[in-house]
């Protein structure tokens, strides 16, 4: 009697999760729709007959394809059917930067069809109606979702991680999905067993330790409740394994960084290819701001400091100088970021919207760095990160990047075991498609300003680091007990 309660208990979930995510994907489809049609009217009545002489018929279809194609996307990549996770403003802006690249494409191709020069401005309208569809759609989708989909009912179970969770998902809008009925101690659920489940549908798992934590996946999973964990470092190479079966025993082979040899290829030529258009692209911009910085006060264009990259290879990056030339006179200092007064008037805007890092395509394509990988560090301050957690130096079986996870997700100010966790994250699965995936989502933290908040990595003062030395002690008495 009780199997047969729980095969319809379960039928009816999984008969409801069906529905959910048709209906998702519905609204979903809808945003496609909403951003095609103006590039479908102007395409009717302005560039149908261009189109039309290259493939004739055909050509309409084509066309259609290729913008559902290249957006999609493009929205994937900036995130934009997140809408359980996002904030309107967010969503909006994200699908901005998709339209942004799917029309821009779609420019280029009509211009490629007709073989001279089009006229920009039915394709600016087009951007014009498609923003303003992009906010109607992103506002309707926010509120429907919330209305229909009620806050999970959820707990909080930590460790040695506590109250962080909580505050992250207040900080980031979250409470509106994750309504937080509990914390508490892994040690509760020791005591008083899976009782403390009753009634709740997702559980947060902040620094437990695997032991604990896999008695709590196990009773989860059996149970239909959704769980999210915090990885350690061994969480995350082991997400990187290879699945093989070896004396009629299912393994996991686990190894070093060791990508095959036409991934390593095509990533060269991708970084030279993509380093090269950039330089050329931006380089009137990167004139003006080198001739500003001269102007402002006589002193070098260009930061150079000396970083590790492969193998802990160091060589000298190269920055636009955002500080006075005197700024570390007296040795490397901790940056108070914004209030920083050696930062100068043109090093706060080109810090703002990361302009002082342009000139590190020049490294990438010298070969001292590529686009994306871990961010290269000071010899000094890796030094004191190995010290503390021997694992920081695992970002070095890659070569050092100017974007990665770590920029994308994380902050200035996210913890550097959480910057290691992201990096390795990128590192145990190499390829291409991820790698061209960060560098179109890296535009969209350009302009947001909670991803520069905090310290700059360009400073920091290693003889005050006894909050340094207070978090990798905590994290790493939590690695050796796993």
Not at 119 to 141: D, G, K, R, S
Not at 311 to 326: A, E, L, N, T, V
């Amino acid at each position: 009697m009780g199997s047969a309660f729980r095969h319809d208990e379960h039928k009816s979930r999984d008969l409801r999760k069906l529905y959910n995510s048709f209906a998702l994907r519905l609204v979903f489809i809808s945003d496609v729709i909403a951003m095609l049609l103006p590039f479908l009217f102007i395409a009717r009545f302005y560039y149908e007959d261009r189109i039309y002489e290259a493939f004739k018929i055909r050509g309409n279809w084509l066309v259609i394809l290729l913008f559902v194609v290249v957006y999609l996307l493009s929205a994937s990549a900036y995130q934009v059917f997140q809408i359980q996770i996002l904030r309107i403003q967010e969503v909006v802006y994200s699908q901005a930067l998709a339209l942004v690249v799917t029309d821009f494409v779609m420019f280029i191709i009509i211009w490629l069809i007709n073989l001279s020069f089009p006229n920009v401005l039915p394709m600016l309208l087009v951007f014009a109606l498609q923003l303003c569809l992009a906010v109607l759609w992103a506002y309707l989708a926010h509120k429907w979702y919330f209305a229909r989909f009620k806050p999970a009912r959820t707990m909080i179970i930590y460790d040695m991680r506590k109250g962080e969770i909580d505050k992250l998902l207040k900080r980031d809008g979250l409470d509106i999905r994750f309504d937080v009925k509990s914390i508490r101690h892994i040690s509760d659920f020791e005591k008083s067993g899976s009782g403390i489940f009753k009634g709740i549908e997702t559980v947060f798992l902040s620094g437990v330790h695997s032991h604990e934590r896999n008695q709590v996946l196990k009773y989860c999973t059996e149970h239909d409740i959704t769980v999210y964990v915090i990885p350690r470092i061994g969480d995350v190479i082991m997400s990187g394994s290879q699945r093989i079966y070896m004396m009629n025993l299912p393994m996991m082979k686990v190894s070093r960084y060791n990508p095959a040899h036409e991934y390593r290829f095509f990533k060269r030529i991708l970084d030279v290819i993509f380093s090269c258009i950039i330089i050329g692209v931006l380089s009137p911009l990167m004139v003006v701001v080198a001739i500003i910085i001269k102007k402002t006060d006589g002193g070098s264009v260009f930061y150079r400091q000396t970083r590790i990259t492969m193998h802990g290879r160091k060589f000298q990056i190269i920055k636009f100088r955002s500080m006075r030339p005197d700024a570390e006179k007296h040795g490397a200092i901790l940056s108070s970021g914004h209030n920083d007064k050696r930062v100068t008037p043109i090093g706060r805007f080109i810090r703002r919207f990361r302009i002082d890092e342009l000139p590190q395509f020049f490294n990438v394509i010298k070969g001292d760095m590529s686009i994306v990988g871990p961010r290269p560090e000071r010899p000094e301050i890796a030094g004191v990160y190995e010290s503390k957690l021997p694992e920081f130096a695992l970002r070095l079986q890659v070569r050092a990047g100017i974007t990665g996870y770590a920029q994308i997700y994380g902050k200035y100010n996210t913890s550097p075991y959480d910057k290691l966790l992201l990096d390795l994250m990128y590192i145990s699965k190499p390829n291409l498609g991820d790698d061209i995936r960060i560098m179109f989502s890296t535009l969209k933290t350009v302009f947001i300003k909670e991803s520069t908040d905090g310290t700059e990595d360009d400073t920091l003062n290693t003889d005050d680091i006894s909050d340094i030395n207070a978090f990798f002690q905590k994290e790493k008495d939590l690695e050796e007990d796993d």
